[in-house]
């Protein structure tokens, strides 16, 4: 049988014919040597079930290269030509360039029935050729109730696990990890030496290459591992509440995606403030808020926003006020900040109103996301993301217009909201920093950033869906250096780190180097493809107000989308015309495919 290990070398066999190569810039014979003993040591595990009948490709990596994902690609390349039955591959690159084209490698090899028995990182961070598709992946578990247990010489408890991943951080080699996928690549060695057929994804029959008696409890508990997720999390695509009629206060742009775009809410009424453009095009009725607009109107729901503005021009606007409104009137209550506890109590006082606000994100939630999912792994499903450069433009209308076009193509989208609203218009996930959100997000920016990666990678695992929607807040980078903001926006593009990302602009009011500054870094960070720039259909009147603003007639529109394309070279569209956001998600979806 011919094996290869792609490591540091081997120094020397007794037994076994070991050709050996060094990879760099071509792939050239030489003599057995390990200058760091690591690939010796991961022999000699593997050595113990060969013969000399037996061939080993040993695969040094030149030291003087820099080992990345091409280096292991064309080792195993190298393999595939030689028609090699099993490598063992005890390191991990965590620098994600290049992790296409080792993906690629890694499948033909699958097609040639070779397989790849690569080690995971010791540190949980992500490592290729770990994260590929189609290969056994190895880690050194910890000894629990719920692992399955192999104990062989100074060798502790694995648990073989098979997962997929996108990126990385910086390079290391894992020796614990190490030991554990050499031992796992003698095991299957042995297995193939005695004709038994393995195939990658057959979780049982690498189940009892590693437990000869093996019962079906601990298979389940093995699966369990594969998948890295230990439980249901309440609060992840909860069952959604039918909020039915609905009357709205006050009346605000954020309300606008609730009248369009609402899940098991439809606004009849609204009122306070001025009504919008959206209410009236929707026929929502304004009230003066009475006790008979319950029965005209056959409403079961109000729907508070944000009242400091409102409330300081009204008294009627009230928190007091609206409490006791949906408590006479026996009237469900969901708002977009939590109520005061003395109104919270009233409403527990009366048990029949169902009350509902916006998710506090909190240490006891950060608890029970890392019991369910023990890794900070990001997801499989394409993550798409709207972000923007300034505030009052329209992102979370460009997401909601994007949901509703993906989903009328077919695809299920797995929504992230970050406004107040986003229960209210279908999220499976509400993280609520926008608008003075630090009393929503009660977690360090640390603890912010982990929290909101374990939720993505079990909405990945768990929920069904082809795509991930996020959204941004307010000025992804800085407009100059007195603000404080771009830390937190920061952040949320760490914990999501989109494949593709739609930028907002308002083109009267940013200036172009600050807008190809913000695509840059969508751009480098991550490695995100920035698919189009858009904008809104209502103009501001001056450039001295923003708050003033007038509709763009169609040839504006037409117009400014040529500008855009050729000044930034991406689609450009208007949020609100549908055949720009059809065109966007169309192009989009070529991509996924």
Not at 357 to 378: C, D, G, H, Q, S
């Amino acid at each position: 049988m011919r094996i290869a290990i792609i490591d540091s070398g081997i120094s020397f066999s007794r037994k076994v014919n070991i050709q050996q190569y060094i990879v760099g810039k071509d792939i050239v014979k030489e003599q057995p040597i390990d200058l760091k003993g690591h690939g010796s040591l991961m022999f000699s595990i593997i050595e113990t079930v060969l013969n000399e009948e037996d061939i080993v490709f040993s695969l040094r990596v030149n030291e003087k290269y820099k080992i990345d994902n091409f280096i292991i690609a064309k080792a195993i390349e190298f393999c595939i030509q030689n028609h090699v039955k099993i490598i063992n591959i005890s390191l991990g690159i965590t620098d994600d360039q290049g992790k296409q084209f080792l993906q690629e490698t890694c499948l033909k090899a699958y097609s040639n029935n070779i397989l790849i028995i690569a080690s995971a990182s010791n540190l949980n961070e992500i490592v290729y050729p770990w994260a590929c598709q189609q290969i056994v992946k190895v880690r050194q578990g910890e000894k629990s109730d719920n692992s399955l247990e192999i104990k062989k010489d100074h060798l502790n408890v694995y648990n073989l696990f098979v997962n997929r991943r996108r990126y990385g951080i910086d390079h290391r080699i894992a020796l614990g990890n190490s030991f554990a996928t050499a031992y796992i690549t003698s095991i299957l060695c042995q297995k193939i030496k005695n004709n038994e057929i393995i195939d990658p994804n057959d979780l049982i029959g690498l189940v009892d290459c590693l437990q000869k008696k093996s019962d079906r409890k601990k298979i389940e508990l093995l699966l369990e591992k594969v998948h890295l997720i230990n439980g249901k999390v309440e609060f992840i695509n909860s069952n959604k509440i039918n909020w039915r009629r609905c009357v709205v206060v006050p009346f605000c742009k954020e309300m606008d995606g609730v009248i369009q775009y609402g899940v098991n809410a439809e606004v009849v009424a609204g009122s306070g403030g001025i009504q919008t453009n959206i209410a009236k095009k929707y026929n929502v009725v304004s009230t003066e808020l009475s006790d008979e607009d319950v029965i005209n109107y056959n409403i079961s729901t109000i729907i508070i926003g944000y009242l400091d503005k409102i409330e300081v021009r009204n008294i009627k606007y009230t928190e007091e006020f609206l409490v006791e409104y949906a408590i006479r009137n026996n009237l469900n209550i969901f708002s977009f900040k939590r109520l005061r506890q003395e109104y919270e109590r009233k409403i527990l006082e009366k048990g029949s109103v169902i009350y509902k606000y916006a998710e506090v994100i909190n240490a006891e939630k950060l608890t029970k996301i890392r019991a369910a999912v023990p890794y900070n792994f990001l997801p499989h499903k394409p993550v798409i993301g709207v972000f923007g450069t300034s505030s009052r433009q329209g992102k979370f209308t460009c997401q909601l217009k994007l949901k509703k076009q993906f989903e009328e193509d077919g695809f299920t989208v797995n929504f992230i909201g970050t406004e107040h609203q986003a229960a209210l218009v279908g999220s499976v996930l509400e993280y609520p920093s926008g608008y003075n959100g630090i009393e929503n997000i009660q977690l360090s920016i640390e603890e912010s950033i982990e929290y909101l990666q374990r939720c993505i990678y079990y909405i990945d695992q768990v929920i069904e869906g082809d795509i991930i929607l996020v959204g941004g807040q307010s000025w992804l980078i800085p407009f100059d250096i007195e603000q404080q903001t771009a830390i937190y926006n920061l952040a949320f593009l760490e914990s999501t780190r989109p494949d593709y990302a739609i930028l907002v602009i308002n083109p009267e009011l940013d200036n172009e180097k600050y807008i190809i500054d913000t695509k840059v870094v969508l751009e480098s960070l991550y490695k995100c493809d920035v698919v189009g720039i858009f904008y809104s259909d209502m103009r501001p009147y001056s450039s001295l107000s923003s708050k003033i603003k007038i509709k763009r007639s169609k040839a504006d529109i037409l117009k400014l989308n040529q500008e855009l394309c050729e000044k930034f070279g991406l689609f450009a569209g208007c949020i609100n015309n549908s055949d720009d956001i059809q065109c966007l998600v169309r192009n989009l979806e070529t991509k996924l495919k």
